[in-house]
């Protein structure tokens, strides 16, 4: 029983993670129609330049640098490659972003190496227990962290006039843009905050019981697309039931694996795109969304 | 305040020329109507001003000025800036937003003192947008919908109005109370283009019409004038007995 309450909190701990890329994910997608294939670099981008910064200028200086420039890449992404690249269909630009994630990704993998770097957090590897059952410190931070920003983001989407603009683009593009909406802006800022959110992901990602930042890292983050593409790519709640049960379905996979041992080795890391094919098999829009991947 | 003039007008949709060299005016607190059967570029031409060619993939040449700015080549959001707003047709509405978030959706460009004026006013103008504040704006009536989309352009503040067939599928009551809104508007002082293929109506309140023929001004004149056209009465107003003045609600007779 205590190993199942250990493996759920930490499921739900990591899947808040996942969901914080997940909804970057997809609010590029809701504000621009395009699959950001280059989401796993920005999170390596963020997360890089914290594990770098913090022997410098401390972690929480660092943390705020690699926030703001993983936001200001992405950022610059938008404006430098999807505003000027003239192409007709949005699934050309779902391949330029894969040209931009290869561009980024192999530059960082070079400055990486074989290094493990750590991300100089305060939290190390303390846990704390609660009656029998043994939680991490990074774990419950993670997720108070990710709840807070998800919360945040959603009471801005739903209530400021950034949030009606972004909506009211998503809904339709030409009629936002003939209130006065520019959607230049409007693209530009989900970019940004998506990058912003990916770096925060990225610390956690490779915070105990992770030993650090390496060049794998990107391919962690990688979970997090079944996570954005089952609960559905145009979905916010979608990213968030999403990220959930990836996080979820990963860490008692992995927790539970000497159980069904029949499964073979590794399930966990298996595990949740398994669970994105069935449920794309039985809803191919995801659980949320209203757009099918194959009408991208 | 400053006259809407569109001079030498071409707009082609990759090989399909829907204008060609089209000039017209709407002087500052004027009603001025845009008439023309489906296909002859009516919308296209609203496209032009407001900048929304690209969404479409048209390229325009010619000139759009507001005074003695020009408005040519700017991106839609600083036409909207400038004073210059469309309800565009078929309504359009945020449908999945809330009525209140669609009002509010108009007016970003303004300020909080600006932004409440403007609200006052439109739901003076349309009270049950006040009544369905909180009601997903996919859910009203057409009529409703049409109310949303020009009360939401209104909260942009303009000092012309672009509307886009405002009557088009509506129940004849709801056209003549939308018919009457507009003249409301107006006399506030708001300049009006408005795009109509109820022609009876639309010349009932414009003072000054033209008509668009495959891409090109076919006739224009006051809305006198154009009442007693033969042309216009043979061809819009489908019978003789069209009588000046009436708020006819039928439909012209398409031809094709
Ligand atoms: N997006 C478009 N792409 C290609 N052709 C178009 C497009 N929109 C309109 N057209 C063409 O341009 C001409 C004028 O259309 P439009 O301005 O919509 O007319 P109206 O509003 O008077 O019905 C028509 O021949 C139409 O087929
Ligand atoms: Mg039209």
Redesign the interface.
Known sequence: MTTFVELLVNGISIGAVYALIALGFVIIFKATEVVNFAHASLLLAGGYLVARLWPLVGFWAALLIGVAAAALVAAAIEFLVIRRANVASHSVLAIVTIGVDIVITTELTRQIGTDVLAMGDPWGSEVVRFGGVTLAETRIVALVTAAALITVFLLAFKYT?WG??M??AA?????????????GRVSMSAWAVAGGLAAVAALFLCVFPTPGLDRSTSLVALKAFPAAILGGLDSTTGALVGGLVIGVTESMMSGYQNDMAFLGRGIGDVAPFLVMLVILLIRPAGLFGTKELARV | MADLAVSDLVVGYGPVRALRGVSMRVPSGSIVAVLGANGAGKSTLLRAISGTLRFHRGACQGAVTLGDQRLTGLDAASVVARGVVQVPEGRRVFARMTVEENLRAGGLGRSRRENAKAHDQVVELFPVLRDRARQRAGLLSGGEQQMLAIGRALMAGPTTLLLDEPTLGLAPLMAARIAETIKEINSLGTSVLLVEQNVAMALSLASHAYVLEVGEVALEGTAAELRDSDEVRRRYLGVADAVEGTLETRTLSRWS
């Open positions: 006039g009606v603009a909506r009211a809904e339709d593009a030409e009629t936002a843009a003939l209130m006065g909406v520019r959607l």
